[in-house]
């Protein structure tokens, strides 16, 4: 972030450096599996694949759980970056460790508990019980560290540290890949050698993961702040959900799909533990391919949600294009190696009878013979996510998955057998992709027409720009004024300062952020004999004057005293009700409706006093302004309307 400009450097370059790490640590966390079953393929055969087949699920629940907090909190961090506000981005990620502890400790309860069970959805049979209970007691162990690697991966990306990222999964990956061997060769350890060199590196992942956070880049993380926000928790499950139904899909069609290969190969001359060994490796394949596509997208996700934020559309639409043609290009690759070398793969894992490698080549070729589609399709699903457009995301998650592989898949098992049912894919991937078209089409029509608009407002705004006029506005806590400020910057096309002056006086005084944050507005016996926050005001007075040098909306701070002799400013004062100003605290921050009466008291009486200290002047004395609304009476559209239309009529 420090280095690279997400706003104006070149699409491409932002990119490589956002989404090669990225491939990287996705293609690490998929071959965390794959290696295992590649050393169990060799050292203990089919069957031991067989079984991790059936506990694979379980992960993909709890990777499922990751990336609901990691993406949904990545994406906001980025929005609210390119919104210049700071506090909402630091705070979803403090929600996020908090929401990953909690969800990390429940799921491996509910492993521990449940084991028996598991097992038994996931379609595991007499042969491949004892095998997969052994894989399964061991890989519990490790799955707080897994979920908690994984849900802080993305929030460490959107940090601008993907390299850092990558490094922390590829450590653990580089520990398995070394551990699997002497464990399964050396000390003859099976299946438990395998899971217990999984846990191992995902372990030391984990460890690294979080050696990040005490030092990171823009993230300002504080130890009081590690609370559950309901508002942000809220829009991090909103946001991530997609990735979780992506994630969840995947259990549904691996349970779905074991049970029917259970059911209809004991009537094939395959048998069950053949297919159910080598769906489950093609499927790990195939996650593979979808980790490079998943990767260059969500590498791509801060770029997009930041410029989406700063409303950027072009380079929005410049990023998505570019993810597109890569991941088509990723998708034309696989087609070529699945449909014409599938026995080159499967040799990797093992060599096994005829009739094993006869299935495994029908599987490789019909299965996966839509996975140019399925590219296009999971591109565009991360695209609409890193916009904020979590529904249409989720539709195309659970319309792939959910509403048409699951039943094609029945339906053809049920009369075409083993073989049959593995049509359902790429049924399930023509439809999706022609419904991903759709929602691009009206998505990027309605894009442009907002770029047009907003280009048009650019232009009837030139004589705003050139008059360089400031808005100042003063307001009671609770009554909406920063809200109807930000709304009023975005309508009129101007700068908009609250706390980005908070950065910017760090900045200017030496003082850290925190210490601004808690002093600013507060003035006590203590610090006037140490005179900090008078500091603090002259660093403020300094930085409010140079920006306004452009047209601006300036958020409190006694913004309108310091550029009192300016003849462009223009003072404003907000005040609410007391009832509605509550309300507003309840609903918007979270507060008991005791604690917003007295955060509302607190917060107005020492801004009144801040004002009057620095001002000499009454804070609601209304004679200081030149426009004073109560918001109730328009509410916040209505006010930035009335406020909006004044200056466009003025000027």
């Known amino acids: 972030m420090k280095n690279l400009d997400l706003g104006n450097e070149k699409i491409e370059k932002l990119l490589l450096n956002f989404s090669i790490p990225c491939i990287i640590s996705m293609l690490v966390g998929a071959l965390y599996n ?9 050292g203990v055969g089919y069957m031991g694949n067989a079984a991790t087949n059936v506990v694979y699920p379980f992960t993909v629940i709890a990777l499922a759980f990751a990336l609901l907090i990691g993406d949904g909190t990545s994406a906001i961090y980025s929005l609210y970056l390119g919104k210049k506000d700071f506090k909402t981005a630091n705070k979803s990620v403090e929600n996020s460790i908090v929401l990953l502890i909690i969800l990390s400790i429940i799921i491996t309860l509910i492993g521990l508990i449940f084991k028996e069970n598991i097992l038994t959805i996931f379609g595991v049979t007499k042969g491949t019980y004892s095998y997969a209970k052994d894989y399964f007691e061991i890989i519990l162990l490790g799955i707080p560290f897994y ?30 890949l070394i551990l699997d061997p002497i464990a399964i ?18 372990i030391i992942s984990c460890i690294v993961t979080f050696i990040y956070f005490i030092k990171p880049k823009k993230l300002i993380l504080s130890k009081k702040s590690l609370k559950l926000d309901k508002v942000i928790s809220k829009k991090i499950f909103l946001l991530g959900i997609s990735s979780f139904i992506t994630q969840v899909s995947i259990v549904v069609v691996i349970a779905v799909a074991n049970n029917m290969i259970v059911k209809y190969g004991a009537l094939s001359k395959y048998g069950s533990d053949i297919p159910l060994s080598v769906v489950g490796i093609v499927m790990k394949v195939f996650v593979i391919i979808i980790s490079i596509v998943i990767g260059t997208s969500i590498g791509g996700q801060p770029i997009i949600g930041y410029n989406f934020g700063a409303n950027k559309i072009d380079r929005v639409k410049k990023t998505f294009k570019l993810i597109l043609i890569s991941n088509i290009i990723i998708g034309i690759i696989a087609f070529i190696l699945f449909q014409f070398f599938p026995q080159y793969i499967i040799n990797i894992f093992g060599n096994e009878s005829k009739l094993y490698n006869e299935y495994a080549v029908l599987t490789f070729k019909i299965y996966l013979s839509g ?79 907002k770029l047009k608009i907003s280009n048009k407002k650019e232009f009837n705004e030139v004589n705003l720009i050139k008059n360089n006029f400031i808005i100042t506005i ?11 400020g930000e709304l009023l910057a975005k309508e009129l096309n101007i700068n908009f300062y609250d706390k980005e002056i908070i950065n910017l006086t760090a900045k200017e005084s030496g003082l850290s952020e925190d210490y601004i944050i808690a002093n600013e507005q507060v003035k006590n016996s203590f610090n006037i004999y140490y005179n ?77 006093k ?42």
């Not at 060769?185 to 995902?202: C, E, K």
Request: charged fraction near 20%.
């Open 34 to 42: 794959i290696v295992d079953q590649i050393f169990i393929g060799n």
């Open 147 to 176: 979920i908690l690697t994984s849900g802080l991966n993305g929030v460490v990306r959107a940090d601008g540290s993907p390299k850092y990222a990558m490094f922390a999964t590829l450590l653990g990956a580089l520990l398995n």
């Open 185 to 202: 060769f050396v000390f003859d350890m099976g299946v438990r050698g395998a899971a217990l060199a999984t846990i191992i590196g995902q």
């Open 371 to 449: 996975i140019i589609f399925t590219c296009i399709t999971k591109s565009s699903s991360i695209y609409l996510q890193s916009m904020g457009k979590s529904f249409k995301s989720m539709v195309l998650s659970i319309c792939r998955d959910i509403i048409i592989f699951i039943p094609v898949l029945v339906i053809l098992a049920k009369y075409f057998g083993v073989v049959g049912m593995l049509w359902a894919a790429l049924i399930a991937d023509v439809i999706t992709f022609i419904l991903a078209m759709i929602i691009l089409f009206f998505d990027t029509k309605k894009q442009n027409f």
């Open 474 to 484: 003063s307001r009671e806590f609770g009554s909406g004024g920063r809200y109807v």
């Open 532 to 608: 900090n926050d008078d500091n603090i005001f002259l660093s403020e007075s300094k930085i409010i004057k140079n920006i306004s040098k452009k047209p601006c909306v300036i958020i409190g701070r006694c913004a309108d005293y310091i550029l009192k002799d300016n003849i462009n400013v223009y003072k404003i004062f907000l005040y609410s009700d007391l009832d509605n100003k509550i309300k507003r605290c309840v609903k918007y921050y979270g507060m008991k409706k005791e604690q917003a009466l007295k955060e509302i008291k607190n917060i107005d009486k020492n801004r009144a």
């Open 610 to 651: 801040h004002y009057e200290y620095y001002t000499n002047r009454k804070w609601k004395d209304f004679s200081n302004y030149d426009l004073v609304i109560n918001v109730d009476k328009l509410g916040v559209i209505g006010t930035v309307n009335i406020i909006k239309n004044i200056f466009k009529n003025k000027y």
